[in-house]
Nanobody, 127 residues
Framework: EVQLQASGGGSVQVGGSLKLSCAVS????????IGWFRQTPGNEREGVSA????????YYAASVKGRFTISIDNAQDTVYLQMNSLKPEDTAVYYC????????????????????WGQGTQVTVSS
C-alpha cells in the first residue's frame, strides 16, 4: 500500500521560509512523479510544483516560480518543497501526491492524474 506522509507546515510572517517534506513508502520510488498541491476553503486543489523521480524534471506554477524549490532524496524516498519569500496568498493546506503515469508537462499540475495523496499540512503566512 502506498503511503505519503507530509510534514513541515506552520505559521510564518511574510517573507519567511518553510520546508515541507513528503515521505513516500509502499512502492518503487524511482517510478514516481511527485507533486505538491495546495487548497484553500471553497477552491479547487492547485498544482504548485512537481518532480519526476525518473529524470528529475520539475514543474512550478507561475505563482511560485523563483520562490519555491522542489527537490528529491531518492535514498530517503522523500521529496521536499523549500518555500521562500512567502506571501499571504501562499496560505493553504499543502498536499503531496504521487503518480506512476507518464505525464506531459501541461498535466503535472492537474490533481486528477495523481493516484495517492498525503494528509495535508497547513501553511499560514501572516502580514
Amino acid at each position: 500500500e502506498v503511503q505519503l506522509q507530509a510534514s513541515g507546515g506552520g505559521s510564518v510572517q511574510v517573507g519567511g521560509s518553510l520546508k515541507l517534506s513528503c515521505a513516500v513508502s509502499g512502492h518503487s520510488f524511482d517510478e514516481y512523479i511527485i507533486g505538491w498541491f495546495r487548497q484553500t476553503p471553497g477552491n479547487e486543489r492547485e498544482g504548485v510544483s512537481a518532480i519526476s523521480a525518473v529524470d528529475d524534471s520539475t514543474y512550478y506554477a507561475a505563482s511560485v516560480k523563483g520562490r519555491f524549490t522542489i527537490s528529491i532524496d531518492n535514498a530517503q524516498d522523500t521529496v521536499y518543497l523549500q518555500m521562500n519569500s512567502l506571501k499571504p496568498e501562499d496560505t493553504a493546506v499543502y498536499y503531496c501526491a504521487v503518480t506512476t503515469k507518464r505525464l506531459i508537462v501541461s498535466s503535472l499540475s492537474n490533481a486528477r492524474y495523481y493516484d495517492y495523496w498525503g494528509q495535508g499540512t497547513q501553511v499560514t503566512v501572516s502580514s
